[in-house]
């Protein structure tokens, strides 16, 4: 598995008590496999992405990413494995205006210490395979929202990370538009075998994912099981 997390339990305080966000919440995911997290706000799919991306550190459990058990890495380590190991699509892409979309994943690139100049190409191409072969070189101002997302994708795909974490990625999209995206993250966790935790409110996308599971109230029910 690429991604697993065991046990994870993680509590906020709430004045003089706590809240549970997540109790005791163990899943994975394979390379290739997308699977997908649904559930009412409130349930706990959020701090869950959070705990699988290595942002927050859970009170007890472990996730494991690529073979790394990461909940007792300092923070420089795990830093570097976000940068190495996990790709992130957020929910608003969050695209720098003065950049071009390919600029974009070539800044990605140098936060890992890699000069643009021999990644560009490589960029391009991981463009072109998001749909944006012939924009790679628009501005922000030029693209539509859902070829922002797309940005946002392939943003996430550099560096060959081995688990991508996708946030609400249809949230501010029309519904031909956001079944589209949602195609597409099925597509790229297939062909650059990856293994996807998609969280998502639109249930209406769950035929696309391989396995859906639930929350509600900081736990998992029952897996519905492979939606194929």
Known sequence: MSITLRDVTLTYPDGDSTVTALDR?????APGELHALV?????????????????????TGTVEIAGTEATDLGDRA??????????????????IPSLTAVEQLLVTDHMRGRPPRTHRAAAERLLATVGLDGKQHRRVAHL?????????????????PRVLLVDEPTA????????????????VTRTHDVATLMVTHDTEYLDTADTVTTMRDGRILPERGPSR
């Open 39 to 59: 559930g009412p706000s409130g349930s706990g799919k959020s701090s869950l992405l959070a705990a699988a991306a290595t942002l927050i550190r859970p009170d």
């Open 78 to 95: 795990r830093t570097q494995l976000r940068l190495n190991r996990i790709g992130i699509v957020f929910q608003q892409p969050n695209l």
């Open 172 to 187: 501010a999209l029309d519904h031909d538009r956001g079944a589209r995206i949602v195609e597409l993250i099925a597509d």
């Open 144 to 160: 539509s929202g859902g070829e922002r997302q797309r940005v946002n994708i392939a943003r996430a795909l550099t560096g060959t």
């Open 25 to 29: 919440v163990s899943l994975s995911a």
